[in-house]
């Protein structure tokens, strides 16, 4: 079963603006992963946020988690049309050998 | 370097014939994963291999699919009979150690399967 919940469903803003994903789970993790999907293509990954981690930055990107809370948040900021995509959270849940369960994603477009 | 290598990217097939995938991973990549991605919905695990043995399967339908990794590196998926419900986008990804946890892993572009 799907572990992730994210919300939106779906997100459309004008370019420079910025964009925020969240992203639920249930059960204790080692880590939790965001994934971008571009249409009919593979995944590509974007940031890992470790457990004990809070924040973390990676060029436009940024994530946060919150364990006491099973949640995250993904920002773009300044956003251009080419980050136009569909953004999926993944945890790795503890104990379960790295396997990834993907949430239902965020379908995000950004409007020139 | 290069990326994971599935094939072919496209496959339509009548209901109950068979069907396979092949995936080759990123170099020195000990764990391979497969995935069912259906429309509109993520990724789910279908079977995960460290080197040439499986990890999990849990989630693999195993009345109709099949999957094995031969001497640790390609990897093939087969569906025999297939459904009209397998229609999804099969995704190959690999790993460097993945059993460890908090390991990148990498997929393919993936094959979109249309089952009529």
């Known amino acids: 079963s799907q572990q992730g919940e994210e919300d939106p469903q779906a997100l459309s803003i004008q370019e420079g603006e910025n964009a925020t994903m969240n992203c639920s789970y249930k059960t204790s993790i080692n880590n939790l992963q965001w994934y971008r999907q571009n249409s009919g293509r593979g995944l590509v990954h974007l940031i890992l946020i470790r457990s004990n981690e809070r924040e973390k930055h990676s060029g436009r990107l940024r994530v946060t988690l919150d364990t006491s809370k099973k949640s995250s948040s993904l920002l773009i900021t300044a956003s251009r049309a080419a980050d136009t995509a569909s953004y999926f959270c993944?945890?790795?849940?503890?104990?379960?050998?790295?396997?990834?369960?993907f949430g239902q994603g965020t379908e995000l477009s950004v409007k020139p | 370097e290069a990326g994971v290598a599935q094939s072919p990217r496209y496959k339509i097939i009548e209901k109950r014939q068979s069907v396979a995938f092949w995936c080759n991973p990123i170099?020195?990549?000990?764990?391979l994963y497969w995935y069912q991605q259906i429309l509109g919905q993520g990724p789910k695990l279908l079977i995960q291999f460290q080197n040439n043995g499986v990890v999990d399967d849990s989630q693999l339908p195993k009345d109709r699919f099949s999957a094995e990794r031969l001497k640790g590196v390609d990897s093939t998926l087969k569906i025999q009979p297939a459904k009209l419900e397998d229609s999804a986008v099969y995704l190959c990804?690999?790993?460097?150690?993945?059993?460890?946890?908090?390991?990148?892993?990498?997929f393919g572009p993936g094959t979109r399967l249309t089952v009529l």
């Open positions: 170099s020195g990549h000990a764990t």
């Open positions: 993944a945890t790795d849940p503890y104990n379960q050998g790295g396997k990834l369960i």
């Open positions: 990804a690999s790993s460097y150690q993945g059993a460890r946890g908090t390991d990148t892993q990498y």
